[in-house]
Each structure stands twice: as C-alpha cells, then as structure tokens.
C-alpha cells in the first residue's frame, strides 16, 4: 500500500514538474513573439493576438496581452474578453491609444478596477472625452482620475455646475477660481459639500453675505461667515461695511465690522448699539458713537454693566449724568457717572445717600467745599467718607478742627493728624500729662509722632511713618437666660506699626478685654446713644518701643540719650531693654524720675544686677 502511495506521489511531481515546463516553454514562446511583432512582422503579432485570446493558461494569455503593441487587436480584447484581469491589463497598456476606446471602457465597463485602468492610461487625454467622463461617470474614482486631467477654466466649470457625481463636481470646484462660477456653485449646488467648497474660494463679501443669509446647512453658512470675518477688515468702502453690519447678524461680523475704522454711519452704529447680541461689540460701537440721545438710551437701559459704563463716559449733560448716579442699580455704572459730576450739590446727595462705599468715595473726592468735607469728616455714618473727606482737605486749620472733634470716629482723626506735622500743637495736646503712662491710642499715637522728633530718632529714621488702623469689634449678652434681650457691646482692635519708607520697624495690636458677663447696671454705662455699649482697647505701647528700640541700630549711648526724653514710655521701654545697662542712670531713674512706673521699672532692673 504504501508503495503504491509513493508512486502516486511520483507521477503527481512528474505532472507538475511537465506543467511547469510546459508553461515556461509557452512564456518563452510569447516573448520571442512579441519581439518580432515590434520588429514590424505582422505574422507574429497575429500569433501573439491569438494566443491572448484562446491559450487555456490564463497566465500565458495575460503576459501576451501585457507583451501586446497592436492598439486596435488591444482594443478588442479590452473591449470584448472575458476575463477582468485580461480587459484590465489590454486597458492598461500604454500601446492602446484610441481615446474614444479608453473612454468608453471607462464609461461601460462592468468592473471598476477595469474602468480606472482605462481612465488612467495616459493616451486617454481627450479634454473632451474626459470631461463627458466626469459628467456622467456613476463611478468616483473614474470622476477623480478624468477631472485630474483636465485643467482648462471652461470644461472645469461645466463639470462644477452639472456632473452627475457630486465627487466630480467637488473635484472641480477645488480646481477653479472663477468668482462667477464658485459663486453659482455656493448657492445652487444640491449638495453641501461642494457648495461649502466654492464657499471657501470665494472672496466677494457680497456673495458671501447673500450666502450667509440664504444658506440653511450649518457648516456651508459657518464656512462663508468665517471667510467675511477674514474679509470685513480690508473692506474700505463705508456704504458696504453698514450694509454688511445690517445684513449679518453674528456677533464676529459685527465685531469685525466696528473694529474697521472705516465703518462711521452714526445710524447704523446706532441701530447695532440697541439690537446687537454680544455686548463687547456694543461696547466696541458705543466707542465710536457721538449721538447723545444714543448714548443716554444705552446708559440707561443697556443690560451690561460695561457698555452703560462705557457711554456714560460719553455723555455730556450733566442732568443725565446726575440721573444716573443716583439710579442705576450698578454701582460701577454710578460711580462712572458721579467721576464725569461737576455739580456740587448732586456730588454732596450721593456722597450722603449711595450706599456703595466706592461711589461715595468718588463723590467726596470731587467736592471742593471745605465745609462740607469737614462736616462729612466728623460724621460716622459712613467711616469711607469721612477718610475721603480727610483726604481732600490741605487746610491744617480744618483738619486740627477735625482731629479734636468728639463727633468724628478715632480713625478719622488719625487721618487728620496723619497730615499734620510732628510739632503740630494738635499733637502736642493730645500727648496729654508728659508724667504718665498713657493707654489710649489717641495720645499713644501722638506721643509716637513724638518721637519721631527726638535727635536721635531722626538722626537714624529721618521718615519715620506712624501707621495706625482701628477696626470694629462687638460682643453680645443675653440679659438672662430666660430673656429675649440681647445687649451688644462694642470694641475695638487697635494696630500700630512704626515704618521706615518701606521698611517695617515694629508692630503691635491691643484689643478690647471684653468681659465675661455683663450686669444691667454695667450695660447703663459709657452709653451711646444708639442702645450700645463702647469699650475700648487698652493701647499701652510698652511693648512696640521696647521692639522698635531693640533695633540693632540702636546703641548703649542712644539708649542714654532716649532715656532722657519727655516722654515716659521712651523711658519704660528703654529700662527694659537689655543693652541699657547704665547703673547711675538706672539709680537716678530709680530716684528721681517723675513717672513712678519708670522709677519702680528702674528699681527691678537695679535687683536683676549682679
């Protein structure tokens, strides 16, 4: 058995080894044949048509058809054979150059691969065949390959405006830049694509607005709005941007449009300061408006807060800037109006009145009575206004009239004091009692001003700045624990700082004690009037000079020198520091000093010597 497989095996390799040989010997055959039907011998081309036509090996039929010269024998085989690979090959080859042929197998041809063999061959370049081709051709890339090949404006523009597929009217499209043409194509085209392709070759911002408004498929009229954006800033001709600005109505278009500066119609601004949708670009128009009945509307009714800014810095009459800054619910739009206020008597009504601290601020910063800032200093309605009023005031008559007020809040009279100078008697009275330790802020920070004037401070600090800030604070007690009464007391927290230009000496802060219970009869007392209570902080500044003279700039000889000083907390602050170590002095201080804080101070410094 197993022999007989073996021979079986045999006579199978005998019959594929003859087949081999066979077809070799065919191939050979078609060879010899074909270089002498390029010699000119008809006999053999003949020969060779036969064979591509009846051999029973297909690879044998193809290599006479690829090895062919004879156009019309081509012709036959690419137009009638069976075989796909054999018609493709026949149209395929170079020697085939009857272009009506080419044309109507790529046209009729039932395989596409066939069909594009045909429409490739470079002897198929008919402008006129190609174009029937890329007219009625149902097959795309037969279209793609005729359209290609074609480069004249006229046949590119019929296959635009009426191939069949709408791959070859795209083709087209991309290859023309006829502005007549690519406009028909962008508003008649049935299918998007190819109009949104004319649409980007277009360049005529008339075509492009008619587009625009006509054009129902999102990404066609997307494509003409973003080429009139590129297109609005060149545009010099003002009736054509107004007429642009009306007919869009995008906000980029819009924006483009106002941002030339060529775009000036006061009626078409007008008209896009009421109706435009983005408020920047309302913003951008009320800019370049000049209409005051305009701009009022605007700054009255406009819903973004920027733009009625924006035209309230345009408005002229003082009347409509003073309805303004007394109605709109912005304050931003209000303190713009009160900033263009000339009129006194209206900038007093909101300097009163606006409950928005930056308005009245701007308000006080525009009076110019110095009666009326004084009154506003000494009230405490409102702590911003008062400061304002500070501010605007240069009269040192006035602002010591403020500083000794006891209508004005302790932070207003710092203000006032902060402008006075060191020696001003203002200060020098409310130093109060050179012989005691004082813990109030006012004459703590008056007797700081002070010092500021002593040789030695002013040898080492000649702009020595007293910085100091008072902020509410407020504690509330029920009356008993069955009581719906709350009482609230209020305080204060108190912050110095000692400055060098921008150089930070010391700093300190006090705040009130507040207590832990509070009784009625302790309620009743230091009454203000408005059913509260005022306790304020207990400011003993031992601790900011003891850190202010701790400064390394200080040495044992200033500290002898500061220790003769007026003012009793120098003298505290230097007995405690650890680089006085003046025993006679000390014993002098323990003596004789007028201030008994400072001699019992001396005194414990004498008991820590050795």
């Not at 006012?442 to 030695?456: H, K, T, V």
Request: charged share 25%; net charge neutral; hydrophobic share 45%.
């Amino acid at each position: 058995m197993q022999l007989r497989f073996k021979i079986i095996d045999m006579i199978l390799i005998i019959i594929g080894l003859s087949v081999t040989w066979i077809i070799a010997s065919d191939l050979q055959k078609v060879e010899k044949l074909a270089r002498e039907c390029e010699a000119g011998k008809e006999k053999s081309c003949r020969a060779l048509f036969k064979i591509a036509q009846t051999d029973k090996d297909w690879k044998v039929r193809l290599a006479a058809v690829s090895r062919m010269s004879d156009s019309t024998m081509l012709s036959m085989i690419a137009k009638t054979d069976a075989d796909e690979d054999l018609r493709k090959t026949a149209a395929a080859n170079p020697h085939l150059t009857d272009s009506v042929v080419l044309a109507e197998i790529a046209q009729k041809d039932a395989i596409g691969p066939v069909r594009r063999a045909a429409v490739n061959n470079a002897n198929l370049n008919n402008p006129s065949l190609l174009t029937d081709l890329a007219m009625t051709s149902k097959d795309p890339s037969v279209c793609k390959a005729a359209v290609a090949k074609l480069s004249e404006p006229v046949l590119l523009a019929k296959i635009a405006r009426a191939a069949y597929l709408w791959d070859s009217r795209l083709l087209a499209v991309e290859k023309l830049n006829d502005p007549e043409v690519l406009a028909e194509v962008a508003r008649n085209d049935e299918y998007h694509t190819v109009r949104e392709a004319a649409v980007a070759k277009l360049l005529d911002p008339m075509v492009l607005t008619e587009i625009i408004q006509v054009e129902k498929d999102q990404a066609v009229r997307r494509r003409a709005l973003t080429m009139l954006i590129a297109r609005v800033p060149t545009i010099t001709d003002p009736v054509l941007l107004a007429f642009i600005a009306q007919a869009v109505d995008e906000p980029e278009i819009h924006r483009v449009a106002v941002e030339n500066p060529n775009l000036v119609d006061q009626v078409i601004l007008a008209d896009l300061a009421r109706t435009a949708k983005d408020w920047y670009v309302r913003s951008l128009v009320v800019e370049k408006l000049n209409d005051q009945a305009v701009l009022t509307a605007v700054a009255r009714s406009d819903p973004s807060v920027y733009v009625r800014c924006n035209a309230v810095v345009k408005i002229l009459d003082p009347m409509v800037l003073d309805s303004i800054a007394k109605e709109d619910v912005n304050a931003r739009v209000r303190r713009a109006a009160v900033e263009k206020l000339t009129d006194q008597t209206a900038l007093v009504q909101i300097a009163e009145n606006d409950k928005d601290q930056s308005v009245r601020e701007a308000a006080v910063n525009k009076i110019s009575d110095p009666l009326v800032l004084v009154r506003f200093a000494e009230r405490t309605q409102y702590i911003d206004l008062s400061l304002g009023a500070v501010r605007q005031l240069q009269d040192t008559i006035l602002l010591a009239e403020i500083a000794q007020s006891p209508l004005a809040d302790q932070t207003v009279r710092i203000a006032a004091m902060d402008k006075m100078n060191n020696d001003h008697a203002v200060i020098l009275k409310y130093s109060k009692y050179l012989d005691y330790i004082t813990t109030g802020t006012i004459p703590f920070y008056c007797r700081l001003r002070l010092l500021a004037n002593e040789p030695c401070i002013q040898s080492k600090f000649p702009r020595l700045k007293i910085q100091c800030a008072i902020s509410p604070l407020e504690r509330e007690y029920g009356l008993g624990w069955k009581s719906p009464i709350v009482k609230t007391i209020r305080g204060e927290s108190v912050q110095m700082v000692i400055w060098h230009d921008d150089l930070e000496l010391a700093r300190a802060e006090w705040k009130t004690k507040f207590p832990d219970s509070i009784e009625m009869n302790m309620m009743n007392r230091r009454r203000v009037g408005d059913n509260r209570e005022y306790i304020p902080a207990n400011v003993s500044g031992i601790q900011l000079l003891e850190q202010f003279f701790n400064n390394k700039v200080f040495t044992s000889i200033d500290l002898k020198e500061l220790i003769r000083s007026n003012i009793p907390d120098v003298r505290l602050a230097v007995v405690a520091n650890p680089k006085f170590t003046d025993r006679e002095l000390l014993v002098n201080l323990a003596r004789q000093d007028k201030n008994s804080d400072v001699r019992e101070a001396a005194k414990m410094r004498l008991l820590s010597f050795p």
